[in-house]
């Protein structure tokens, strides 16, 4: 089946932001009482905001309430969106406007299934909101990766079965969603973590020659 889309995850993918959320995430987990390093923040990658703050909650002695919950994420969510206002098309990863001008060139779709619902801020301060055919709402996803649910929203915006959609990702619960959305998966970093990608690239500047190239034939 030839493929006729990509899905691009966002963090980690077509611009590095991982380093503004540890810092928020680490502020109010230390407001907190909590440690949160490095090790931490690498259980958060393809992880929701949700998702994210249990986590880091199940470090602490005392329960909290869904509405205390609520505004821990919104206190963390406004503490990342600050340090995000500065983002502009310089903090784009290498090789990733050739990979989008490579799709158009093709006729493929491109989408985005991000797991922030901060990505349509993150992309237009990038510059390449336009770039996108569809972005999905991530806050109207019921399941998180590695459920296959926002990969498949954007194959059925696009009107397309899994098969035809390639998926880029640079999480492991984001390679899972993937796969598990019957798509073929393109991994970004660590082929450890990234095992069970069908193509894995140590970053992102090869990623026309040695990833859609390859899968497209």
């Not at 098309?89 to 799709?103: C, N, R, S, Y």
């Amino acid at each position: 089946m030839a493929f006729k889309a990509c899905i691009f995850d966002l963090d980690g993918v077509i611009t590095d932001t991982a380093h503004f959320h540890f810092l928020a995430w680490q502020r109010l987990a230390h407001s907190l009482g909590i440690a949160f390093d490095h090790a931490d923040n690498d259980q958060l990658k393809g992880v929701g905001r949700m998702q994210s703050l249990e986590y880091i909650l199940a470090k602490s002695s005392r329960a909290y309430s869904e509405a205390e919950k609520e505004t821990l994420a919104h206190q963390k969510n406004e503490d990342y969106k600050t340090l995000i206002q500065e983002i502009s098309p310089a903090d784009m990863l290498p090789g990733i406007l050739p990979a989008f001008d490579w799709l158009k060139a093709r006729g493929w779709k491109i989408g985005l299934a991000s797991a922030s619902r901060n990505a349509p801020v993150v992309i237009e301060g990038l510059g390449i909101a336009k770039v996108f055919d569809y972005v999905a709402d991530a806050g109207a996803i019921p399941n998180g990766k590695p459920a296959p649910d926002i990969f498949l929203d954007v194959a059925n915006a696009f009107g397309l079965e899994g098969g035809e959609c390639l998926g880029v990702e640079d999480a492991a619960a984001g390679v899972t969603a993937i796969k598990a959305a019957g798509m073929t998966a393109i991994g970004i970093g660590d082929a450890y973590v990234l095992a069970h990608a069908d193509i894995i690239l140590p970053q992102t500047g090869i990623l026309v020659s040695e990833g859609f190239e390859k899968v497209a034939g």
